[in-house]
């Protein structure tokens, strides 16, 4: 509806009743108009009315939905089910060219201005997290481990003569495969135990950079959010040593969005050093379905480099989702979330030292991890590793979903490097835990429910096992 349409319908209807719905859709316009003007995450959230009206309008600009289009071409948008086209709003012709991902597209104005929008929106995100001087950004549609690897082969033009990766271990497979998918050979540095946190041992980074050469190297691969009792990595020594020795520095942020920990690392890191590309993942930190992430950094060409990498168009639901999601929550709705998952890691750690202290275990002190926590599972072990992972079975049966149990002394060979204790982050850490995280979106029912459920499968596995140990005296 336009003016000229308005004042017609003032013939069928009472002009004063039009001019509130004029006002009404006028209302509706400036907020995106604001949003076209500065291209930045609304302070407060749009209606779901104002969120469809605005990707109907983008809609209406793509081919593929023009009324008297004639498509002669071999993508020409259509869809054969009208259930899928309402699913993406009948934005289909996805987002980049054939020779980059942030191109914008002859036939489909809608979905590159959805793109650039989102881009734009994102990185005002980034920016009033914490990382204040990252100067762009674009969201892929895959998810943090593809990425990565995107960011390294970016870097191998740069660099053709590197064949290494020097990466302090984090016991996640897609981190480690990112960087052999490239084509690389990473260079694993085990991390060093300080009371109970496995932190980054930054001699022996030092020292490998000294033996395999600098040159050699393609970048130093580093983390921010990971499981307890891994914290994050010391990425403002780390960024020091990558401008010392000018080695590239990529960053996996994760789930990092959400913590202001974790984004005050990057941010001092390429304020001290050098970061090259920080990479986090869209569901993680966004709640929207997986298979997005956001690749930023503080070099706006590096992050070009990186775009005009990706082969061929991409799928726009990412982008759409995070789009939506940014859109109705608003700035303040999102740093809202935000609080109180902060808050609700308080709330974990206290029920959870207090439910380790009455089974005889203790909460992990992990303070440098702003997310993840650990409990030992001491007693449990004594009855031997079947008892530890039996507790991660029960835990699963009964809904208790993300709780990580993490035995002693498991071997497991990734893409034929084998890791002595698997999913600890370490050969041998001192003792068995149970993982469990305060990420974004989690409540306080979670936390009761979880608490609540845990308890009963310590106390179950404690009494099976005392009653097996009653019935081998009496035999």
Not at 38 to 55: A, D, N, R
Not at 212 to 240: I, K, Q, W, Y
Not at 438 to 445: C, F, K, L, M, V
């Amino acid at each position: 509806m336009n003016i000229q349409n308005f004042s017609l319908s003032e013939k069928l209807v009472s002009a004063s009743y039009v001019r509130q719905g004029l006002q009404a859709r006028r209302g509706h316009e400036q907020l995106v108009r604001v949003l076209l003007q500065q291209g930045k995450c609304p302070e407060e959230g749009w209606s779901e009315s104002t969120v469809e009206l605005f990707l109907n309008e983008l809609a209406v600009m793509d081919s593929n939905n023009f009324l008297g289009n004639c498509g002669v071409g071999e993508r020409e948008g259509r869809v054969a089910s009208g259930l899928v086209a309402r699913r993406h709003y009948r934005l289909i012709h996805g987002i980049g060219r054939s020779g980059d991902i942030a191109a914008v597209q002859p036939k489909a104005a809608g979905s590159s201005l959805l793109n650039k929008i989102t881009n734009s929106v994102v990185l005002d995100v980034l920016k009033f997290t914490g990382v204040r001087s990252v100067s762009s950004c674009f969201v892929v549609p895959m998810a943090t481990g593809m990425s990565l690897t995107l960011c390294f082969l970016t870097l191998r033009h740069r660099r053709p003569g590197a064949r290494f990766i020097l990466w302090p271990r984090i016991d996640q497979k897609s981190c480690f495969k990112s960087m052999l998918t490239a084509g690389f050979e990473p260079v694993v540095i085990e991390n060093v135990l300080e009371g109970d946190e496995l932190r980054t041992n930054l001699e022996e980074v030092e020292r490998k950079i000294e033996e395999l050469g600098a040159e050699n190297f393609l970048c130093v691969h580093s983390t921010t959010s990971c499981f307890a009792p891994r914290v994050p990595d010391r990425l403002e020594e780390l960024a020091v040593l990558c401008a010392k020795h000018d080695i590239p520095h990529i960053v996996n942020n994760a789930y990092g969005m959400q913590s202001s920990k974790c984004m005050h690392l990057i941010q001092q890191g390429a304020r001290v050093g050098r970061i090259d590309a920080f990479v986090q993942s869209l569901d993680k930190n966004f709640m929207v379905p997986v298979g997005g992430a956001i690749i930023a950094g503080f070099d706006e060409n590096f992050i070009k480099e990186i775009s005009k990498m990706y082969p061929g168009r991409a799928s726009a639901s990412p982008s759409l989702d995070v789009l939506i999601t940014l859109l109705t929550l608003g700035a303040n709705g999102y740093k809202k979330l935000l609080a109180e998952r902060k808050e609700l890691y308080g709330h974990l750690a206290q029920e959870l030292s207090a439910l380790a202290e009455r089974h005889g275990e203790r909460l992990l002190h992990t303070p440098h991890n702003p997310i993840s926590l650990a409990m030992s599972l001491n007693h449990l072990q004594t009855h031997g590793t079947a008892a530890v992972t039996q507790l991660g079975s029960m835990l699963f049966t009964r809904q208790v979903s993300g709780a990580r149990v993490v035995p002693l002394g498991v071997e497991q060979t990734v893409s034929g490097h084998t890791f002595r204790g698997f999913m600890s982050h370490a050969d041998a850490y001192p003792c068995p835990y149970l993982n469990a995280a305060s990420a974004i979106g989690i409540t306080r029912d979670d936390i009761t429910l979880c608490i609540k459920r845990l308890d009963k499968c310590l106390k179950s596995l404690s009494k099976e096992a005392h009653s097996r140990l009653g019935h081998l005296e009496k035999s």
